[in-house]
């Protein structure tokens, strides 16, 4: 379903050309649970943003389903995360004066989604992430992992193909991160192709595939057994 | 995302910090009270002055003894002597200029009227019978000086109500002999009550014929003469009748002038005109204000929120969303501040005159409407460049801001 080759991403800073990335290439099929490991300033949160489609590599190609990505058009690109690719942060970048349930409605919003549709859409999937009885509380009034859980049931509201998890457990204590992982297993066990950024061992002992990034190149990609 | 969904969100954000919302509105609010109070002020002034003016009588020719030119400038004291308006000019006019209804002679000064022991200082006006037409006053008890009185230099007084209730009270003053200045002049009417116009007491006023004028202020010419015409296209062409009278009757010099209603109407309504924008625009100045605190705190907004705008950016929300967003967020606040301002505006211009009876007022629609649409305007200006700020916002440095 991805396939990116030969991407690229440099900064300019001033008169400095910094290379981030020279030379991915990856391809991921429908179905796949990877982790994306590498120390900091080795390029695996700009990769993440260029399959994300939240930025554009300098060089090179990226197909999303057969769908040639660096020529779209903002539009066309918000359209992509939009119905697409469900996000997840480590810092869950809930709107903070929102509802949890309203949160959750916010990607049907941009989607064109009638307002009665909505709840009808979000409730249930609330309900999945075990937030039945916490759909009025706003942001501030929730732990930490119940945040997440709400970022996830918004990533997962308008049925995306791909889950893009940057650190979903990295602002989370172990207990609440493994419920993170269980749910994001389990979602992966439906079909919903995942790719998890993260620092944590732990975490990608729990994938599928780890790749591992140094100084903006794959140095090892191995599926585990 | 479609316009409600975007308007909610807005007026959510507003709502999410009110005192700051509000103080922001203030600006614009201020603005437009001041707009509109001010130019309805300026428009009061127009309205009374024009109806005061039209009140003196319609179609009305001033003459007055000397030439002044309308751009007036330097004028030597010893330009040769000015023959004087005369009572015999007047008569020449009403016999000769036909397209006149009435050549009414004036004799103007004042003089101290005495009953008993009461006394007051007022305006003495020496006239004809046709005043009453011309001027659109008229007498109402009794009768007014005719024309017999003028022929025989009577010494009959009409009074005005002022002088009548300040001499005599509840009494009948018909009969009754006053002096005025110093003469016994007997009493033949009352006039009806005017009240005042541009300031002045229209009933602190009694009438003599002009005749007997002239004998008591010692002077054979005019104070002016008012001529009037039957309708206001008359007015033009009698002008040239006057001065062709009156030119053949002072040695072929004008040395008189002749003013009319209408170039004083407007002469006047040009001046208020410029008043009113003058107003106007220093309030305008205001209204601008308060647009650069619009732009001001959307800016500051756009910046609280730029981590909100990385996150809706990422969940699918294209530029134009967000500069919808931004846009009806500053356009309801300038517009809501609108609204209140006409509100505020326009009571404040209605309830004024109830406390401030030398400020009419008059509240113009255009006015409401050209504030309303200029602070929409402001908030349209003024909410461009933050909502583009927010719009054109990378993502991942938006989703980046702490």
């Known amino acids: 379903m991805i396939e990116l080759s030969k991407i690229t991403k440099i900064y300019r800073m001033g008169e400095m050309d910094i290379t981030v990335l020279s030379g991915i290439f990856l391809k991921v099929q429908s179905g796949e649970l990877i982790a994306i490991m590498g120390p900091s300033g080795s390029g695996k949160s700009t990769l993440m943003n260029i399959i994300g489609c939240l930025d554009r590599p300098t060089s090179g190609a990226y197909h999303f389903e057969d769908r040639e990505i660096s020529t779209l058009s903002d539009d066309e690109l918000a359209a992509v995360r939009n119905g697409k690719i469900g996000f997840v942060f480590q810092t869950f970048n809930l709107l903070p004066r929102f509802s949890a349930l309203k949160n959750v409605e916010v990607p049907l919003i941009y989607g064109g989604m009638p307002a009665r549709l909505r709840s009808e859409r979000a409730i249930p999937l609330l309900q999945k992430v075990g937030l039945a009885d916490r759909m009025t509380h706003k942001p501030t009034e929730l732990s930490g992992g119940q945040q997440q859980r709400v970022a996830i049931a918004r990533a997962l509201v308008n049925n995306p193909p791909l889950l893009l998890a940057d650190e979903p457990t990295g602002n989370l204590d172990s207990r609440s991160g493994s419920e993170i992982l269980d749910i994001l297993t389990g979602l992966n066990r439906q079909g919903v192709t995942i790719i998890i950024v993260t620092h944590d061992k732990d975490v990608a002992a729990r994938c599928k595939r780890v790749i591992n990034l140094k100084d903006g190149q794959i140095i090892n990609d191995q599926v585990m057994a | ?402």
């Open chain 2, 1 to 402: 995302m479609n316009f409600i969904e975007t308007f909610k969100v807005s007026i959510e954000a507003i709502l999410s910090n009110k005192v700051r919302s509000g103080l922001t509105m203030l600006g614009v609010i201020i603005g437009v009270m001041a707009v509109i109070l001010l130019v309805s002020i300026g428009e009061g002034a127009r309205v009374y002055i024009t109806k005061e003016l039209m009140g003196l009588g319609t179609n009305l020719l001033i003459i007055t003894p000397g030439k002044t030119t309308t751009r007036g400038g330097f004028h030597p004291p010893s330009a040769g002597t000015v023959r004087k308006l005369s009572y015999d000019d007047s008569l020449a006019l009403r016999r000769r200029a036909w397209l006149l209804t009435d050549a009414v002679p004036i004799v103007f000064g004042t003089g101290k009227i005495k009953y008993q022991n009461l006394g007051r200082d007022t305006i003495v006006i020496g006239t004809t019978p046709e005043f009453q037409r011309v001027r659109n006053l008229f007498v109402d008890i009794g009768s007014f000086v005719s024309q017999g009185d003028v022929d025989s230099k009577s010494k009959i007084v009409v009074l005005g109500t002022t002088v009548k209730e300040e001499l005599f009270g509840d009494q009948s003053s018909l009969g009754k002999v006053v002096m005025v200045s110093d003469a016994r002049y007997r009493v033949v009417g009352v006039m009806q009550k005017k009240g005042m116009s541009l300031g002045w007491d229209i009933d602190d006023v009694v009438f003599i014929p002009v005749t007997s004028g002239q004998e008591l202020f010692d002077t054979d010419g005019l104070f002016e003469i008012l001529a009037s015409t039957p309708r206001a296209e008359d007015v033009n062409p009698a002008i040239a009748q006057i001065k062709d009278i009156l030119i053949k009757r002072h040695a072929h010099k004008e040395d008189f002038t002749i003013q009319t209603q209408g170039a004083m109407l407007s002469t006047m309504s040009t001046i208020l005109n410029v008043l009113t924008a003058v107003l106007g625009g220093i309030a305008g100045i205001s209204l601008l204000v308060g647009g650069i605190g619009i732009m001001n705190i959307m800016l500051v907004s756009v910046r609280e929120r730029t981590r909100e705008i990385g996150i809706r950016k990422a969940l699918g929300a294209r530029n134009r969303d967000i500069m919808a967003q931004f846009m009806i967020e500053a356009t309801t606040l300038s517009g809501a501040g609108g609204i209140i301002g006409i509100i505020t505006g326009v009571g404040l211009a209605l309830i004024i005159p109830v406390f401030v009876d030398v400020l009419p007022t008059s509240v113009s629609l255009w006015s409401i409407l050209m504030a309303f649409s200029f602070s929409a305007a402001v908030g349209v200006f003024f909410g461009v460049y933050p909502a583009r700020k927010a719009a054109h916002q990378d993502p991942i440095q938006a989703l980046r801001y702490e």
